[in-house]
């Protein structure tokens, strides 16, 4: 069990900034992302796309500011924890709460920061009739173990750089390697789709133009899928199926957190930025006052005043000294190392 | 300018379509349920429409970006276009679309 200050449920620009404004205060954070990586849709959905509304920055792509975060924020020394999603929330007596994590991390703070974003990052799955069946044996949406998929028969959906990716990776573990898209354009970098046509000239993969559309079963495994081509459809036995179609965004379980919600965002109050539950504050895109606009500086804006109200209940015997990072010798020996 | 709107129970919404607005945002504020989650950056595919049969024609071409995208979205059809790359313009006054499928 991990103690500590505050909570950040999600490491995007807004969750990172808050270890900054908390840091400032004194406050130790732990972070928790769904993703393996920070950033959140800023490092997901437009690591290349410019940004231009962050104040002093002209102009930076969204791996740039999260990668300037991360700078920033190091001298605070946050521990992340990648690749784990927040599940559940509990209320324990003196003004303290638990989380727990689906792969089971728990943590116990005064203050938890809810800074989910558009919600937890899932992956796409195809609307294909049943295919929830197989999940996890047969049809996997992410490699975790390349050993489990050595001589079995795998098809691969998608045209972007996962699809791509492992359909070349694969080639030497699978028996036989089959990507299936639906056309001859791919969102993948030009290079893994010039390789994969190579492999499937060569004959060491196949690539079929198609859209899967349905699974098929022998008993309770999975042996086939259909894919419906210019020509009609086609059955294509397989002991593996994985679809890569990118992730979108989910509430989840923040949702069942029993915080006030309108609209599936929660809500807050615009002084500390603070839930319907003392001490579960939320900031950035997840929440909802009058007004709110869904922009980064807005999450930093919000970080600031929520990290004055966590102090508050993370040190009640101190008094908050509000200090500029220009003016206090403490602040500025400690940021000089960025 | 309006748009006609039909949602994912089959009925059909006039919304106001002003000039120069992408059309997902003018679902959107007519409150519609379309997730449009990277806010018309043309990233994600989920404001997906089917474009009425008599429209498709009369739309600006689709640029490599929007195609690109739709090549990940489910059920893509001929008349598939996403709402974040249609403006608000005199000639797509009265336009029909229906919610796509969306993951």
């Known amino acids: ?338 | 300018m309006k748009a006609l709107v039909t949602d994912y129970e089959g009925v059909e919404h006039s919304v106001d379509f002003p000039p120069e607005w992408p059309l997902m945002e003018a679902i959107k504020a007519a409150g519609l349920p379309i997730k449009a989650e990277c806010g018309g950056c043309c990233l994600c595919a989920t404001c997906h429409v089917y474009v009425a049969a008599d429209w498709v024609d009369r739309l600006p071409p689709i640029d490599g970006e929007e195609s690109s995208q739709l090549g990940e979205a489910p059920d893509v059809l001929p008349q598939s276009r996403l709402a974040c790359q249609l403006k608000g313009h005199a000639a797509l006054d009265g336009v029909r679309v229906t919610l796509a499928p969306v993951y």
């Open chain 1, 1 to 338: 069990m991990i103690q500590t200050d505050a909570i950040i449920v999600g490491a995007g620009p807004v969750g990172l900034f808050a270890v900054f404004e908390l840091g400032l205060l004194g406050l130790r954070t732990h972070v928790i992302d769904v993703l393996d990586k920070p950033g959140g849709q800023c490092a997901e959905f437009y690591p290349e796309k410019p940004i231009y509304d962050i104040p002093g920055l002209p102009a930076c792509t969204g791996q740039e500011l999260t990668d300037n975060l991360m700078r920033q924020i190091r001298p605070f020394e946050p521990v992340f924890h990648f690749g784990t999603c927040a599940q559940r929330l509990e209320e324990l007596p003196g003004s303290r709460w638990r989380l727990t994590t689906d792969d089971g991390l728990v943590f116990e703070a005064p203050a938890i920061v809810v800074a989910a974003g558009g919600g937890s990052f899932t992956p796409k799955k195809p609307p294909i009739p049943g295919i929830e069946r197989f999940e996890g044996h047969g049809v996997d949406y992410a490699v975790r173990r390349i050993e489990a998929l050595r001589g079995q028969r795998v098809v691969i959906s998608g045209g972007g750089d996962s699809a791509l990716d492992w359909t070349i990776a694969l080639r030497d573990v699978a028996s036989r390697v089959t990507l299936v898209h639906r056309r001859t354009e791919f969102r993948a970098a030009p290079d893994s789709v010039r390789r994969m046509m190579a492999l499937a000239e060569q004959g060491q993969i196949d690539f079929l133009l198609g859209e899967v559309n349905s699974v098929q079963a022998d008993g309770s495994e999975l042996c086939g899928i259909g894919v419906r081509t210019e020509g009609g459809l086609v059955d294509l036995p397989c002991d593996r199926f994985l679809p890569f179609f990118g992730l979108t965004m989910k509430m989840g379980p923040v949702g069942e957190f029993g915080l006030a919600l309108q609209g599936g965002r929660i809500v807050v109050d615009t002084e500390k930025f603070e839930s319907s539950r003392r001490g579960v504050f939320a900031i950035g895109d997840i929440n909802h006052y009058p007004g709110k606009l869904k922009l980064i500086l807005s999450g930093f804006h919000e970080a600031a005043l929520m990290a004055q109200q966590a102090f508050r209940y993370a040190r009640p015997e101190e008094r908050l000294l509000f200090q500029y990072t220009t003016t206090s010798t403490r602040l500025k020996e400690k940021l000089e190392t960025t």
